[in-house]
């Protein structure tokens, strides 16, 4: 565990919309970190392949892709579109490109001052060792809400019966695969935003986070 002035790695895991991803960037911008979103990393390698032409399902030429990506030059607001989240769904299958990102996210993560990374598999797979490791759930529904309102207030229509069904499939896949499934690393601290709004999500998380890393100095 580093000191309260060393270098801290906070891993953050959990099913889609969570509130990861946002817990993540409050996290981050609190504590003077870098933050990653893992999930863009796979969604740059699909639009890199998507503009240069290149076919979604070689994994060799989707694994160089892979190896010549940019963290830092990931831009969320191109990465959020549909279509490319349907083809970083077919490369992010392959084994492959999962190391390659995985090698990078890691070399993301032990820069100092340290980073906050969000995903499916930080605190099993890419950040084993991370100074506090948090596993960010909701029920479902409440999920499925969330994405519905976020959804309706960007001037978009949605079926919140779809919604909710294309997340309890995406649970489904995310937690049945194979290669690094979505589960809770063992030492992760569960946080259940189902009843919370971000503000309070953010500060029990920092409670987390703090109560964490004062521990690991007293050991």
Request: aromatic letters at 4%.
């Amino acid at each position: 565990m580093t000191g309260m002035s060393g270098k801290l790695t906070i891993a953050i895991d959990g099913p889609a919309a969570s509130g990861k991803g946002t817990l993540a960037r409050r996290l981050a911008a609190h504590y003077g970190l870098r933050h990653l979103d893992t999930g863009l990393t796979y969604r740059g390698v699909a639009r890199a392949l998507i503009e240069a032409g290149q076919p979604l399902d070689d994994e060799a030429i989707a694994e160089r892709a892979a190896r010549a990506l940019d963290l830092g030059a990931l831009d969320r607001a191109v990465l959020s579109e549909h279509g490319i989240g349907e083809a970083a769904s077919k490369v992010a299958v392959m084994p492959n490109v999962r190391r390659a990102l995985v090698d990078k996210q890691r070399a993301f993560a032990s820069a100092p001052p340290g980073a906050v990374l969000d995903g499916r598999d930080i605190g099993t797979v890419v950040c084993p060792d991370a100074d506090v490791k948090l596993y960010v759930i909701a029920s479902a529904e409440v999920r499925a809400t969330r994405r519905w309102r976020e959804i309706e207030a960007g001037g978009g229509s949605a079926a919140y019966t779809e919604i909710l069904a294309d997340i309890e499939r995406r649970d489904a896949r995310d937690m049945g695969r194979a290669d690094s499934p979505l589960r809770p690393a063992d030492d992760a601290h569960l946080l259940d935003t189902s009843e919370m709004d971000i503000e309070t999500a953010f500060l029990a998380a920092c409670r987390l986070v703090d109560a964490t890393r004062i521990s690991g100095n007293e050991d």
